[in-house]
Nanobody
Framework: VQLQASGGGLVQAGGSLTLSCAAS????????VGWFRQAPGKEREFVAA????????YYADSVKGRFTISKDNAENTVYLQMNSLKLEDTAIYYC???????????????????WGQGTQVTVSS
């Protein structure tokens, strides 16, 4: 499976961005998908995840109430809507997919097997 993340850019604090993660080679309808981010000098961290059925979502405390993850099975794409962006949201954002069909959503990096190339999000004051 190949994942293509896009939608990053430069935005002022308080603004919004929507990231996309388009998949090829596999239908995302059967797999959980997660978003992670890595800021300069920091480890990659969990941001949000959505179950294969889209019934369940889970967010890091730092983004809860501001970010929304969704999945469009027809487009085979997962989105991350980011509102009320803060300076500390600046990072490279990665999408990832678990390899096991119908598995539960995960919040740890090691639970994901396929990764996109990342898209840069920069929040300015």
């Amino acid at each position: 499976v190949q994942l293509q993340a896009s939608g990053g850019g430069l935005v002022q604090a308080g603004g919004s961005l929507t990231l996309s993660c388009a998949a090829s080679g596999r239908s995302l309808s059967r797999y959980p998908v997660g978003w992670f981010r890595q800021a300069p000098g920091k480890e990659r961290e969990f941001v949000a995840a959505i179950s294969w059925s889209t019934t369940y979502t889970y967010y890091a405390d730092s983004v809860k109430g501001r970010f929304t993850i969704s999945k469009d099975n027809a487009e085979n794409t997962v989105y991350l809507q980011m509102n009320s962006l803060k300076l500390e949201d600046t990072a490279i954002y990665y999408c990832a997919v678990r390899s096991q069909r119908f598995s539960e959503l995960g919040i740890n990096l090691t639970e994901y097997d396929y990764w996109g190339q990342g898209t840069q999000v920069t929040v300015s004051s």
